[in-house]
């Protein structure tokens, strides 16, 4: 019989909501939570042989202890698949989903499936690893649609389970890692292109063999009226923050952002401050903080009334390899807390 070890947050597995977000790895045998869903979708050509559960929160703040930790628990069990989630639009859930699936198969060679929806900041890092053990299915927006995604997840464990050969994106119905692989067509390159081609120009439908991605078009804010009169903000992807890193920011892929305060100083010395970056050398910023954030050229700029006011705080989340989709989000929140501050215009510092 297939054997199936199921991933689920605190809150799929029933221990708690948001108050048990901080629940370490632990792990029940058989299914448990939304895993007993899954094994009804299953039947008895499969089973459920274990639920291994973490807290949200404990995830992302420890993130390398809760992937040792789940690999361990999969690895002496030895299933035949690995199903995490679904996470619907939870972001926190999408994520550590996907960075299960991948520690999964690359350390166990075990087939990983997880399912959200296609606007989770999940999808992105998906599709940033390209890895062919992973499979990802598109889900609603909300738990409305469990029943429906334990279903899709349950049929696509049978068939990885049974070395059934999966097929492109398009035609499995999994959601494209934007992996080409070669395969033998019955007509030339040239006459599919041709054929794509003319069909354009009529106005006819026709799908693309090298899929474009698009990014968003987002037209420039209007200048400051007055920059003698405004308040200024400074927004910072450097990853520069109190020495300590208090938040728990990664190197890597960070899912949220803080403001700190630097009311009242004139400059940041070093040993107070650190830049929390993977895609830069940061031994200079940490040297200087002033490569981070120019406070001691603002200070001037404001004593000189320039600049009316400088924001009390600034704004940082550690930019490198961030998924567009996460980044977007930690944009709109950090321009919401900004007009609710009053803010006339920001100065963006990035790496």
């Known amino acids: 019989m297939l054997t199936i070890v199921h991933v689920v947050n605190q809150f799929f597995a029933g221990i708690g909501g948001e108050e048990k977000a901080y629940v370490p790895v632990g792990v029940q045998e058989g299914a448990v939570g939304a895993a007993r869903g899954l094994q009804a979708q299953l039947g008895e050509k499969a089973k459920v ?4 559960f973490y807290g949200d929160n404990y995830f992302h703040e420890h993130p390398e202890e809760a992937k040792n930790s789940i690999l361990r ?7 035949t698949a690995v199903v995490a989630g679904p996470a619907f639009d939870s972001g ?32 992105s890092i998906y599709k940033d690893y390209r890895n062919l053990r992973i499979f990802l299915l598109p889900t609603a ?3 409305a649609g469990m029943s429906e995604a334990l279903g899709l997840m ?3 464990a049978l068939r990885l389970g049974t070395g059934a050969e999966i097929g492109p994106a398009e035609e499995e119905g999994y959601i494209s890692r934007g992996i080409r692989i070669p395969r033998q067509a019955d007509r030339s390159g040239v006459d599919r292109a041709i054929e794509m081609f003319f069909k354009k120009l009529r106005g006819e439908p026709f799908v693309s063999e090298i899929p474009m991605e698009t990014w968003d078009a987002v037209l420039p804010a209007d200048p400051v009226a007055d920059l003698s009169k405004a308040t200024v903000a400074v927004v910072t992807t450097t990853g520069l923050v109190p020495w300590g890193n208090p938040d728990g920011f990664k ?3 960070n899912t949220f952002w803080r403001k700190y305060s630097i009311a009242g100083l004139q400059r940041l010395d070093a040993g107070q401050w650190e830049a929390i970056h993977g895609g830069y050398e940061v031994a200079f910023v940490n040297r200087n903080p002033q ?5 001691d050229a603002l200070r001037a700029l404001e004593n000189e009334r320039v600049v009316g006011k400088l924001h009390e705080s600034y704004y940082v989340v550690p930019g490198n390899q961030g998924a567009p989709s996460v980044m977007r989000e930690i944009g709109k929140e950090i321009a919401a807390d900004l007009r609710k501050e009053a803010v006339d215009g920001v100065l963006l510092v990035a790496t």
Do not use: K, W
């Open 49 to 52: 042989i274990a639920t291994v």
């Open 73 to 79: 628990e999969v690895r002496s069990r030895r299933p």
């Open 92 to 123: 926190r859930y999408g994520v550590a989903s996907v960075e299960i699936c991948h520690a999964v198969s690359e350390s166990l060679q075990v087939p990983s499936i997880t399912a959200m929806h296609a606007q989770n900041p999940g999808v």
């Open 141 to 143: 927006d909300t738990a």
């Open 154 to 156: 349950a049929r696509f």
């Open 251 to 253: 190197t890597y892929r």
């Open 291 to 295: 490569l981070g954030i120019p406070l």
